[in-house]
Structure formats: C-alpha cells, structure tokens
C-alpha cells in the first residue's frame, strides 16, 4: 500500500478498492473501475501545451486555444461524444506536451 502525494490520507494500491469512495462521491468526483464489464467507454486525449490544446477524440483531431474558450469548446465535445452514445462515458486522458 502506497500513500498518495499531497498527505491526503488516501492510500491505495492498484487493486484495492478505495475506503473514502463514499466521502469522494459525495464530493462529485468520478471514478474508473477496472472491470471488463463497464458501460462503453469512450477515450479522449487531451494534449497540453503553453497556448493550444489538441483534443483527440472519435478519430478526428481539434486543435484549440489553451484559454477559457477553447476550454468551454472542449467541455461541449466531449458532452456531445457522451450524448451521442446512450450510456456510453468520456474518459479523458492528459499529455503535456513538454513545450515551455
């Protein structure tokens, strides 16, 4: 078992379930399970730079401006992506691109 960064008091390793699941949801975070039989997922890549942003997702590219409106363009894709699959959920994975 490893403690997480940050002294949150959260501990888990890759196969132990979470004890303060209950306190987070009631938060509004989300979480992933690692079970094979999970609604559909869909994967969206986000990579990070200084000023832009490429979104990834459903086989096509967007490049966007790393500001307030490309991050409401970004939220309003990946809400489309979800409702365009009935029970279907964006999970979104991030890059930094490196760049300075």
Not at 53 to 78: M, V
């Amino acid at each position: 078992m490893r403690s997480l960064a940050g002294g949150t008091g959260i501990h888990c390793s890759k196969l132990e379930p979470l004890n303060e699941r209950a306190r987070m949801h009631r938060a509004g975070l989300a979480f992933a399970s690692m079970s094979q039989n999970n609604a559909t997922v869909v994967y969206a890549g986000i990579d990070i730079a200084k000023d832009t942003l490429q979104l990834s997702l459903c086989g096509t590219s967007e490049n966007l401006p790393n500001d307030a409106k490309g991050h409401a363009r970004i939220l309003r894709l990946l809400s489309a992506a979800e409702a365009a699959r009935p029970g279907a959920k964006v999970h979104v994975i991030l890059e930094s691109s490196g760049a300075r």
